[in-house]
């Protein structure tokens, strides 16, 4: 249509008619309908064929939440060597409120966890990330979405998890991904995560979880490409009240867009078992 | 079939036809190998609400465990069993799973450090075939080419040979790092789970050991800049009827071979895998694969077994490198001895 009126073969009354009217439609398309302040055009999302809406795709974070997930400044980083590369940018954090709500031991424990980053934190041993923390680590995830469960493939470290929607599962064990149950309210997938064997960290600072923590999540689209991501984390051991993280997924839209292999053992193992090499 | 004379003689028409069937299974077993997987007459292949054949469901190659990747020679040209051999099999197996309920170890039996038995996953109902491969005839793997013969095998270390002096003696499998596709569903001792979901689009297989996850795009899109090499390589799938078809290229060469957990000679970076899943029935899937590895092999070749679905069988997170004690002990351990011989070396 814009071609036609540009090549002028359309008279001018009719141009002017058409730019009001489609200015118009816009206009209403946009509005909130209801009096709500929402900009979820749910209608524009990808959804599956009995109407749930479908996650599946590339999917990754922006920001510097994987270093600290509380807001904070710019930073040094644990090795000098690396320069600029290996320092910590300032970042807003994704903790609802900006405090973790921790008792007066576990803000200890904190703070040891952080002075001793390089020995302790599991991301540098690649061990698997656990979760939320898998979710806004600096590489992508896929989501593969059945007609039941939903895959998430983490690049990091190969980790991944099925969560199961339909009949409730008792986590069988303690594991490092956890067991993950699923259930739809509304065009919200709702995620139970249990069974969480408490060795994950939130991030490179040292904020920690435990064997009784136990996480909720909640994914929704909020247009084709942007997952606005919840978690609720509860541990009545560490934490004095219940608290919320909240971030942004966005789709992955290069054209050659893919999950990658990231298999970090190898480069690991120089730090683990280096001082047991024969000399 | 609404009316009753119809509904009174469908059950015979059936048992007829079914009983055909059983006569003709044996004959047709073989000629089947070359034609691709028998699927069950009677039964349809499931769809996903989106359209493409429904492969869903957590899978187990168990039920070949045990069965070597290459036919002992005596057996030529044999790929099945004969009957009575099957049947001597499954009286075996029936054997195996007695001794697996076993709880504690008879008061006059040795014990041994090894693991009890019931701690190995087991088949549940006996392999038909002599080998894994199944081509060519001889269900032996092709001879490696003079390039392939030197590449260096990373055995797994025992005490003396080869000796424990890094990692890097060990296998990627030792390591927790990869088996590599082939070695990630060839059926082993345990971990033998491939979980298949798939979403429009995308068909992903969660493999239990080591915890690979394959995200095979089916949308037609071009394999991904040869540039990028890994240990799992880059798989494109696409249908053929109701198979799915897996062409897996951009393998990291010289890491993991084509043996049971990867083991054996290293492959090369030239590897092309092509897999094909079929769904002969409600709890099977032929899975056949041609391995095609010109700096390595000096033909293609062929392996296939059936993956069967279980009742109650379940991936679980096999957290491998997290709790791989076994590496720093063997290594201290190599260290130990090191200095032991050293210091009787002094006093002598």
Not at chain 1, 14 to 27: G, M, Q
Request: glycine share 8%.
């Amino acid at each position: 249509m814009l071609e036609f009126m540009k090549r002028k073969v359309m008279p001018y009354r009719l141009r002017v008619w058409v730019v009001v009217s489609t200015a118009l439609i816009v206009l209403f398309t946009a509005m909130p309908s209801n009096g709500q302040t929402s900009p979820t055009t749910t209608s524009q999302i990808p959804r599956m064929p009995d109407g749930k809406p479908n996650l599946t795709g590339l999917w990754q974070t922006l920001g510097t939440a994987y270093w600290d997930i509380r807001d904070h400044s710019a930073q040094p980083g644990p090795l000098f060597q690396l320069g600029a590369t290996g320092a910590m940018p300032a970042g807003q954090g994704i903790v609802e409120g900006g405090e973790i709500p921790y008792t007066p031991a576990a803000a200890a424990k904190q703070k040891e966890n952080l002075q001793n980053r390089m020995a302790l934190d599991p991301e540098i041993r690649c061990y698997m990330p656990g979760i939320p923390r898998a979710n806004y680590m600096p590489f992508p995830f896929q989501i593969i979405q059945s007609q039941r469960d939903v895959a998430f493939a983490y690049e990091y470290a190969s980790s991944n998890r099925v969560v199961n929607v339909g009949k409730f599962r008792e986590a069988a064990v303690d594991t490092w991904m956890g067991t993950s149950n699923g259930h739809w309210e509304g065009d919200t997938l709702v995620v139970d995560v249990s069974g969480l064997n408490g060795n994950s960290w939130f991030d490179r600072s040292g904020n920690f979880q435990t064997d009784n923590t136990h996480v909720v999540e909640r994914f929704t689209l909020g247009d084709a490409d942007h997952i606005n991501y919840e978690a609720s984390i509860e541990d009545e051991t560490i934490y004095t009240r219940p608290w919320k993280i909240s971030t942004v997924f966005y789709r992955r839209k290069e054209k050659n867009a893919q999950l990658n292999e990231f298999k970090c053992v190898e480069f690991t193992e120089e730090l683990i078992y280096g001082h047991l090499k024969k000399k | 079939m609404g009316h009753r004379p119809a509904v009174s003689i469908a059950p015979m028409v059936i048992l007829a036809v079914l009983a055909g069937m059983f006569a003709l299974a044996a004959e047709s077993a073989i000629a089947q190998a070359d034609k691709g997987a028998p699927v069950a007459k009677n039964w349809t292949p499931p769809k996903t609400p989106w359209g493409d054949p429904d492969l869903q469901g957590t899978w187990t190659s168990d039920d070949c465990i045990g069965t070597p990747l290459n036919r002992p020679a005596n057996l030529g040209e044999t790929l099945y069993y004969s009957k009575q051999e099957l049947a001597q099999r499954e009286s075996q197996l029936a054997k195996q799973q007695q001794n697996d309920l076993q709880e504690f170890v008879a008061p006059d039996q040795r014990v041994g450090t090894g693991p009890p038995s019931h701690w190995a996953e087991r088949a549940r109902r006996p392999c038909k075939q002599t080998s894994l491969v199944v081509d060519p005839l001889n269900g032996r793997t092709p001879d490696l080419l003079p390039e392939a013969q030197t590449r260096r095998i990373p055995e797994g270390a025992n005490n003396d040979n080869p000796k424990a002096d890094s990692w890097e003696d060990f296998s990627y499998y030792i390591r927790c790092i990869s088996r590599g596709v082939t070695g990630s569903i060839f059926p082993v001792i345990y971990g033998n789970g491939q979980q298949i979901l798939q979403a429009p689009g995308y068909v992903t297989i969660l493999q239990e050991m080591v915890h690979e996850a394959r995200v095979i795009p089916v949308d037609g899109r071009p394999h991904a800049s040869p540039r990028i090499r890994s240990y799992m390589g880059d798989p494109r799938g696409h249908w053929d009827g109701d198979t799915l078809v897996v062409e897996t290229t951009n393998f990291l060469g010289n890491r993991t071979g084509i043996g049971l957990n990867g083991g054996g000679t290293p492959t090369s970076d030239a590897l092309k895998l092509i897999e094909r899943y079929t769904r002969t029935g409600s709890s099977e899937i032929e899975y056949e694969v041609t391995i095609d590895d010109p700096k390595t092999f000096t033909r293609p070749f062929k392996v296939a077994f059936p993956l069967t679905q279980e009742p109650g069988y379940q991936n679980f997170e096999y957290a491998c490198h997290e709790g791989n004690y076994a590496m720093s002990n063997s290594l201290s351990g190599a260290r130990a001895q090191e200095k032991a011989a050293a210091e009787a070396a002094k006093k002598k």
